[in-house]
């Protein structure tokens, strides 16, 4: 029998690309290299807490992600340098229109340097065909703090994710040793949807992940007393949430169903962090209270 045809890229897909390139020189860390294609942008740097770390945000001009786009991203950090990087407003993916869409991230950060990549939440429409990969490559005493928050169906219209397909393959290595290695998959369906060992009804979950310093019992202890557990009379069938020592690190993951639940507490934890092992103060973003 003969095999059908892959579809075609539809023309109205998407190629964006972003290349950051960082700097610290004379006490400042400077955006010195910005290249992008649309529909991927990044804005001018921002220095709330002074030189010596620079916020970057990043703005998707078309809106949302459909089927056949592909968006690639690499940003590098040169010795010494911060950043800490956000994106503007929440990320959509649409139903998909039979095509794929897919997001490579690549991050190289260099000795002594520290990345805080800080995206703000991703929804998936019910029907969405979605692949991100995301590689990491650590030098000696480099520091990086990221997470990622998706909703799986828009819940305000009582939609769930039970058609498309998500992937996410996360890689972190260091000196060409792998340190953390991370690969999820959640096939759209009723089953999966409401599976206990998927979503279990939970349309939110949260991963972030720490990676530059042993992280002491006493911070795990705190970390997990930050998450507020909602007021019930009945016990939780299962936590929402879950704290690890990582080498090197921890592992902060989440499933519930409330997007100010789990950014509230991967906020605290990243405070936390910021304090006892990047000796750095909390500075919020301005542009996650627009």
């Not at 979605?130 to 490559?137: G, H, M, S, T």
Request: glycine content about 6%.
């Amino acid at each position: 029998m003969q095999q059908p045809c892959p579809k075609a890229e539809s023309p109205q897909s998407w190629h964006g690309k972003l290349n950051l390139v960082y700097n610290h020189s004379q006490n400042k860390t400077a955006l010195i290299q910005s290249k992008n294609q649309a529909p991927l942008k990044v804005q001018r740097p921002f220095y709330p807490e002074g030189q010596s770390v620079c916020h970057s945000v990043i703005l998707h001009t078309a809106g949302g992600i459909v089927g056949g786009d592909r968006l690639s991203s690499d940003f590098h950090l040169q010795p010494h340098s911060k950043a800490l990087i956000t994106t503007a407003a929440a990320n959509k993916v649409y139903r998909s229109n039979g095509l794929q869409a897919r997001q490579n991230i690549n991050i190289k950060i260099d000795d002594d340097a520290c990345l805080e990549w800080l995206p703000q939440e991703t929804i998936f429409f019910n029907g969405a065909n979605f692949r991100q990969d995301i590689k990491i490559e650590l030098a000696d005493n480099a520091n990086f703090i990221g997470w990622e928050i998706n909703r799986f169906g828009r819940t305000a219209r009582k939609e769930k994710f039970i058609t498309g397909g998500w992937r996410n393959n996360t890689e972190i290595w260091q000196n060409n040793k792998p340190l953390w290695i991370d690969r999820q998959y959640l096939p759209g369906s009723e089953e999966i949807f409401h599976s206990p060992h998927a979503l279990a009804g939970k349309p939110i979950t949260g991963t972030l992940v720490y990676i530059g310093k042993p992280v002491s019992l006493e911070i795990i202890q705190k970390i997990r007393t930050l998450f507020i557990l909602p007021s019930s009379p009945l016990p939780l069938p299962s936590p929402p949430h879950g704290v690890t020592r990582i080498e090197n690190g921890l592992l902060c993951r989440y499933r519930g169903d409330s997007t100010a639940e789990v950014r509230n507490w991967f906020v605290s934890v990243w405070q936390l962090l910021r304090m006892f092992c990047l000796n750095r103060s909390s500075c919020l973003p301005r542009v996650w209270m627009l």
